[in-house]
């Protein structure tokens, strides 16, 4: 089995996307009255934008499963205000849900958290609930930037999320620390923002002793960890100055990286830096890169097709597609049998 950690709702019907826009601006109306609204989308509806989309492409690239969530770059948490943010995730997260029980074999949920600025992440515990213990989700996708490309709540390591972490720990679901869009012009959002998120979340850990306080806390860096498997010297050596142990005891019983790096020597470059362990399968498709490699003559977010090239053992090959998987998620055995 083929299991592919990072999916996104890309294709969502276009009544999404005009629910958001309503909301948006409702907010520009200071004597409207706030309130959640309606999302009118049929399954026929879902139906076609998956097995058009998302669907056709796992057939077609022979994976088996996705680990489902809403658009990140849509995620917005810097739009409005905390309300703004809960019922906008809710709406999201219900059309995850609608997804995976549509399509059960195929998809399975993960969640948007209703994130805001400069509010405490206990905050989300609420929706983080109701999305694992109704819906079944087995994760989320943890903003450590909700202000979009400003950096302005404390890093990852600080107290303020703490109450957080103890949910993720009392719930054993992992977070894939996702930022969403950028609003800083300085920072294209999935080239520049998205790398920069990934990077910036991996010194934080650095840093800190995070995962003394949460040995069993377990987060998925996306986008084959941005520059750190290529400054990798640089992390060793940053950690050993400031005298914290070796990385592979200091963050890598708890940090995992994806496969969402869009050319071979990417790859080959993850696998040679990272532990096979802590490497997870994704493509995130349909996401930041659709095209096809001229140089290929194969699309860019055919990730399958660059970890096959590596030439693993066959144990090491169903750890990267299925049971790293398994390890990190482990609610997954919850949705999907284990492959025999």
């Not at 077609?60 to 995730?89: K, N, Q």
């Not at 998809?107 to 958290?113: A, H, N, R, T, Y």
């Not at 002793?209 to 060793?236: C, E, N, Q």
Request: aromatic fraction near 10%; include cysteine; proline fraction near 7%.
């Amino acid at each position: 089995m083929i299991i592919d950690i990072h999916g996104h709702y890309t294709t969502a019907p276009k009544e999404l996307e005009a629910y958001r826009q309503k909301q948006i601006a409702d907010l520009k109306e200071p004597s409207h009255t706030r309130s959640k609204g309606t999302l009118s989308v049929s399954d026929d509806q879902i139906r076609e934008s998956i097995e058009k989309a998302q669907l056709k492409l796992q057939r077609e690239r022979g994976t088996d499963v996705t680990i489902f969530s809403p658009r990140a770059a849509g995620m917005g948490h810097h739009i409005g205000d905390a309300t703004t943010s809960l019922h906008w995730s809710q709406e999201c997260n219900d059309l995850i849900h609608r997804v995976c029980t549509l399509f059960p074999k195929s998809f399975v949920g993960v969640c948007q958290l209703p994130q805001t600025p400069g509010v405490p992440p206990a905050n989300c515990i609420p929706e983080l609930e109701r999305c694992v213990k109704e819906y079944g989700f087995i994760g989320c996708n943890l903003n450590p930037d909700p202000s979009g490309g400003y950096w302005k709540d404390p890093p990852l390591t600080d107290k303020w999320w703490y109450p957080f972490y103890e949910k993720l720990v009392e719930l054993d679901v992992p977070a894939m620390v996702h930022v969403s869009m950028s609003c800083n012009p300085n920072f294209h959002t999935t080239g520049g923002h998205y790398i920069n998120g990934d990077t910036t979340a991996f010194m934080q850990l650095i840093t800190a002793d995070l995962f003394k306080d949460f040995p069993s806390l377990k987060f998925i860096i996306p986008h084959g960890g941005g520059a750190v498997p290529y400054h990798w010297g640089r992390y060793r050596g940053i950690a050993q100055d400031l005298k914290k142990p070796l990385l592979k005891d200091h963050l890598l019983n708890n940090v995992f990286f994806d496969t969402c790096v869009y050319h071979q020597p990417g790859i080959d470059l993850l696998f040679k830096v990272i532990p096979v362990d802590n490497i997870l399968f994704a493509s995130e498709m349909v996401g930041a890169v659709r095209g096809i490699d001229p140089e290929t003559g194969s699309y860019y977010d055919d990730t399958k097709r660059y970890v096959e090239a590596l030439k693993l053992s066959p144990e090491d090959r169903s750890k990267v597609f299925e049971g790293n998987a398994r390890r990190v998620y482990s609610r997954l055995k919850n949705k999907i049998p284990a492959s025999r």
